[in-house]
């Protein structure tokens, strides 16, 4: 697929469920959210079909994700469903997570299919991780990433939102995790979204990091495999590192030119940009009327965010579209 820009749309952001077991500051209201009717969610089967039209059409990348995508029951079915439609064209299947559940579930996932991981985790304090999370439990996070690895996850990323004021004092600490561990540690500036909307005071540039980690290089070579100018990050290392630190900086260096992403929410809309209040219903459809809906949708994705103007357009908060 492509749109009026001329961009190859072949990646799918597949929100599984917009429940969570945690309550993230920036994320959710501290009330969570109202746990909706099963009927008003799709079914497994429903998102299998969603997934199955978009890698027809030329998506060739899906991450599925919440909420948090591990407390949908039968994830890992779903997993299975999705690693099927490699013959069809899907190459890589993956995950975003908060790693609380992860201890039980990394080795189903992997034999299920999943390619790769991506963790959140923005502190590396027990205290701060329960205030961020409202609730959460540091341990069960790092146990989740331990048996990742000990499942046999090769390609393991951990993502931190910057957070002025909150984690400003760790942002050495959480880059050097790279220095020991094969994974990549990666710093995604606070967006003006739902509940991050009233944070901007806690807004950080992403090149914090560089000034708090000041041995890190820019990756020049085929270690890094996201390194093309229209990559989402700008990824770092050092000598004698096993990983590398990723930036990603969708406040001060806008990516939108090269956006090659499509996202489905858990009740089935298509939306065409993260910040957009536009979302296209898909339920219902199904065959050639769903391929021409999803082909017609993506010819009028917008040409990128506008948010050094104005918060987000976005009608829903983070937990409800993935990120």
Same mark, same amino acid.
């Given at each position: 697929? @492509?749109?009026?820009?001329?961009?190859?749309?072949?990646?799918?952001?597949?929100? !599984?469920?917009?429940?969570?077991?945690?309550?993230?500051?920036?994320?959710?209201?501290?009330?969570? *959210?109202?746990?909706?009717?099963?009927?008003?969610?799709?079914?497994?089967?429903?998102?299998?079909?969603?997934?199955?039209?978009?890698?027809?059409?030329g998506v060739k990348k899906i991450r599925l994700t919440g909420g948090?995508?591990? *407390?949908?029951?039968?994830?890992?079915?779903? !997993?299975?469903?999705?690693?099927?439609?490699?013959?069809?064209?899907?190459?890589?299947?993956?995950?975003?997570?908060?790693?609380?559940?992860?201890?039980?579930?990394?080795?189903?996932?992997?034999?299920?299919?999943?390619?790769?991981?991506?963790?959140?985790?923005?502190?590396?304090?027990?205290?701060?991780?329960?205030?961020?999370?409202?609730?959460?439990?540091?341990?069960?996070?790092?146990?989740?990433?331990?048996?990742?690895?000990?499942?046999?996850?090769?390609?393991?990323?951990?993502?931190?939102?910057?957070?002025?004021? !909150?984690?400003?004092?760790?942002?050495?600490?959480?880059?050097?995790?790279?220095?020991?561990?094969?994974?990549?540690?990666?710093?995604?500036?606070?967006?003006?979204?739902?509940?991050?909307?009233?944070?901007?005071?806690?807004?950080?540039?992403?090149?914090?990091?560089?000034?708090?980690?000041?041995?890190?290089?820019?990756?020049? @070579?085929?270690?890094?495999?996201?390194?093309?100018?229209?990559?989402?990050?700008?990824?770092?290392?050092?000598?004698?590192?096993?990983?590398? *630190?990723?930036?990603?900086?969708?406040?001060?260096?806008?990516?939108?030119?090269?956006?090659?992403?499509?996202?489905?929410?858990?009740?089935?809309?298509?939306?065409?940009?993260?910040?957009?209040?536009?979302?296209?219903?898909?339920?219902?459809?199904?065959?050639?009327?769903?391929?021409?809906?999803?082909?017609?949708?993506?010819?009028?994705?917008?040409?990128?965010?506008?948010?050094?103007?104005?918060?987000?357009?976005?009608?829903?908060?983070?937990?409800?579209?993935?990120?």
């Open positions: 697929m @492509n749109d009026a820009y001329g961009r190859t749309i072949n990646y799918l952001r597949l929100s !599984v469920t917009d429940l969570c077991n945690l309550r993230c500051v920036y994320c959710m209201p501290p009330e969570g *959210v109202c746990k909706r009717s099963h009927g008003e969610i799709c079914s497994l089967e429903e998102l299998a079909e969603l997934a199955a039209a978009c890698v027809a059409l948090e995508p591990l *407390v949908r029951k039968g994830i890992c079915n779903l !997993v299975e469903q999705l690693n099927a439609l490699r013959p069809a064209g899907l190459e890589e299947l993956c995950m975003t997570t908060n790693g609380s559940l992860l201890a039980e579930l990394a080795a189903p996932l992997l034999a299920a299919g999943l390619d790769r991981l991506n963790v959140s985790l923005d502190t590396l304090r027990p205290e701060r991780y329960r205030s961020l999370t409202r609730g959460g439990e540091l341990q069960r996070v790092l146990d989740g990433l331990a048996a990742a690895e000990a499942a046999g996850f090769r390609d393991i990323r951990l993502n931190t939102v910057l957070l002025g004021g !909150v984690n400003e004092d760790e942002l050495g600490e959480l880059a050097r995790l790279a220095r020991i561990h094969p994974w990549s540690i990666r710093f995604i500036e606070l967006m003006p979204i739902g509940p991050g909307a009233a944070m901007g005071g806690a807004f950080l540039p992403a090149s914090r990091v560089l000034e708090a980690t000041t041995e890190l290089k820019r990756v020049q @070579n085929a270690r890094c495999k996201m390194q093309d100018e229209n990559s989402v990050a700008k990824y770092y290392t050092a000598p004698g590192w096993a990983g590398t *630190v990723g930036l990603i900086a969708p406040m001060s260096r806008r990516f939108c030119e090269g956006c090659s992403r499509i996202r489905i929410t858990a009740d089935g809309r298509l939306k065409l940009c993260l910040h957009s209040a536009e979302e296209i219903p898909l339920r219902g459809l199904h065959g050639a009327a769903l391929r021409q809906t999803l082909e017609a949708a993506v010819r009028r994705k917008p040409a990128g965010h506008k948010l050094s103007e104005a918060p987000s357009d976005s009608r829903r908060p983070m937990n409800e579209i993935g990120g």
